[in-house]
């Protein structure tokens, strides 16, 4: 499975904006998808994570509360909403599909990953 990510931009601290996950060639709706990101430096950690059919959503406690998962299988899609975007922020972020298909925090149990697409913010 290959997946596209998109989405990433410049932007201002305080701004929002929204990724795209979504697969080439098939569906990955019986999927769980995460979203991950590695900034410049340190190593690629976990952003956030739903379930296949998108009722158990799983975040970094960095993010909890100004990002938000979610996915439409009927658009083969999975979206992270960015808000209050922070300096630290900055990364390229990707997302990736697991077999396990309740969800997980894990790197190693997602199976395909896409080719990142970077989020800058800066003043």
């Known amino acids: 499975v290959q997946l596209q990510a998109s989405g990433g931009g410049l932007v201002q601290p305080g701004d929002s904006l929204r990724l795209s996950c979504a697969p080439s060639?098939?569906?990955?709706?019986?999927?769980?998808v995460g979203w991950f990101r590695q900034a410049p430096g340190k190593e690629r950690e976990f952003v956030a994570g739903?379930?296949?059919?998108?009722?158990?959503?799983l975040y970094a406690d960095s993010v909890k509360g100004r990002f938000t998962i979610s996915r439409t299988n009927a658009k083969n899609t999975v979206y992270l909403h960015m808000n209050i975007l922070k300096i630290e922020d900055t990364a390229i972020y990707y997302c990736a599909a697991s077999r396990i298909s309740s969800g997980t925090r894990l790197e190693g149990e997602y199976d395909y990953w896409g080719q990142g697409t970077q989020v800058t913010v800066s003043s």
């Open positions: 739903i379930s296949w059919r998108g009722g158990n959503t």
């Open positions: 060639g098939r569906t990955f709706s019986d999927n769980a």
